[in-house]
């Protein structure tokens, strides 16, 4: 070419990448200055945030530690809000040990927290956006609350957000970017100057005498000899390398053909082998497949391949060298592994034939071709690991097509279903579903598939003769390249156990483990439900709040054990003393409620009170021993007051409970509004139970 070509002039200045390069690094060491000025601010801002949680625990733990005692729920509030105005923190929250006991949880959660809008509202630990939120504070604190006597009365935590710090740290890092970068353009501005006054001014006129140059770009005059000598030397080496290029300029045409008829013929690694010298010559793509370039390979001999194989394979592929080298093998093929460049193994095909030979027969000259088969033979894998899942999981596997038949089942399907395999291969999936689900579930299930491409959730899975088990289901589609379905493959897991686990844990859950009654969960449950039915027939219904007399001297003369055994006995007397329809359940201890359901009036409770205090009074056998206790009953009646509420109801047969024992024991009252007692007197109950429901 006579001069340079547009492509030259498109190319990057020499000067410019160095400049930009040099700038980088002086760019690079004041970005660290930087980060290491962002890294002590944040630090130190870090310190500050944290030492005002410190702060506020200290000041809130001590401050609300006397309300708690008070039960003064909204003055600690106050003081929160305060707080939490005062030192703008995300949200403050404390749990009430004392008032938690009162509502039958853990804890008594209050607290402000700041909402999207910036203003804070209170905190509710029943809200899941509000705990969403919770979550995304920054930092965090909590403190125990104990009162005087030591006692721990509650927890108080601080969350602060990142706001602060982030607003801090951007007026950092635009002072330090702003800095970093004056100083950055200064130096690189100076280097600049210096550069093409003392090295790209010699380059320059090195670079405009190469202009005039042969059609291959070799100039056709030698080089100048700069001033300087650095580029003095440069230019003189140039000029003895475009001697030698010059040389071998036709030989590398030569092969520059040879290697691209190769590549174009057989669009794979291609080599040749001198066996009696080891010599080899392999194509840029033999090198590409194991991830190296020629140049990274050489010295490029047979040892290269036998460097690059498996040792496992390479015994192999010298076995079947050797059979072909004698004739026992018209051609030469194995397939072998090769360490790749980044470590792990590629799959090839190696081929090749003896071409020449010597006068005496030996092999001389071999060539041949290698492939990349690494994705074949990972298809393979993956398909012998799908068939050994199929054939061993312990779930069932069915496959279907796309329009919904049944192309196979594994042996586990077999064994959970009891259908065979000829039963149900090549029946419409239909032919499982079960009546137990109804249509819209079905649909539903369909319409998930067919949007999504899977579906998972419990099925009840027919089986052969007739019955079903609740199983884990899972439908997923299997799509080709062309993302079109063209099979669904549906997982079968037996879930029994884990429900019958459920109905176990749903009876510990709602029944007492000493007398088999309903414990207070199931109590109020019933009685909620009991007063909406009297509500909706016009009923009466009785809540009847028993007590046993006598049962701690029962507890301190034969031990907690004989207790136990008393307390059963007692509660299969009252569940065959009571109607089909009451129920009986205890509290805890000796004490024990009865509903009474379905009554046209008071006189309809009588005579279940009578035989209540007639079976409870009668002796028990103990052992060798007879226990003698009896019961002081107290009776509530809804709806006497309509808008009572369950626990209010359970308040007044307690306190009708107070008046049986105080006139005598050994008898039933029933509340009434002008008894002698207070409310006060049952609060020990109140304080177990659990909150009123809305629905009352």
Known sequence: MAGMTPDDHKSPSLLAKTVAAMTAVILLVFSFHAVYVYSSQRTEIMEGMNRDIRESLERLSKNIAPFMAAYSINEYEKLVATEIALKEHFAVVVEDTAMGEIIGEPYYVSGQIRGSNGNYIPYRKDNPLLNERLDQAFLSGTTTITGPDGEERGRVSVYVSDVPLVRKLHRVIVEEVFTVLLLTATLSLLLALVLRRYFFGPLQRISASMKNCDEDGIPLAPLPNPRYREV????????????????????????????????????????????????????????????????????????????????????????????????????????ARMRHKQGHWVWVLDRGCVMTRTEDGQPLMMYGTQQDITDRKEAENKLSMAAGVFKYAREGIIITSAGGKILDVNAAFTRLTGYAHRDVVHQDYSILYSDRHSEPFITSMLKSLDEEGVWSGEYWMPCRNGSAFPSLLTIAAVRNSAAEVEYYVTLVADISSLKQNEDELRLIAHYDNLTGLPNRILLLERLRHAMSVARRRNELLAVVFLDLDGFKEINDTYGHAAGDELLTILAERMNDALRECDTVARLGGDEFVVLLPDLSGKGDCTPVLERLLATLSAPARLGENWAHVSASLGVALYPEQPTVKADTLLRQADLAMYQAKQHGKNQYRFFSSTGALTEADALPLLDSLPPESSDT
């Open 232 to 335: 003095r030397v440069l230019s003189r080496t140039i000029n003895a390398m475009l001697e030698s290029i010059k040389t071998a300029k036709e030989h590398r045409k030569i092969e520059r053909r040879r290697l691209e008829n190769a590549i174009t013929g057989t669009r794979t690694g291609t080599w040749e082998w001198n066996v009696s010298t080891g010599d080899t010559v392999f194509n840029e793509r033999w090198a590409e497949i194991v991830g190296y370039t020629l140049e990274e390979l050489a010295p490029i001999s047979i040892d290269t391949w036998a460097g690059l194989a498996h040792p496992d394979d390479l015994k192999r592929s010298g076995e079947l060298l050797d059979k072909h080298f004698r004739g026992e093998l018209p051609y030469y093929e194995c397939e």
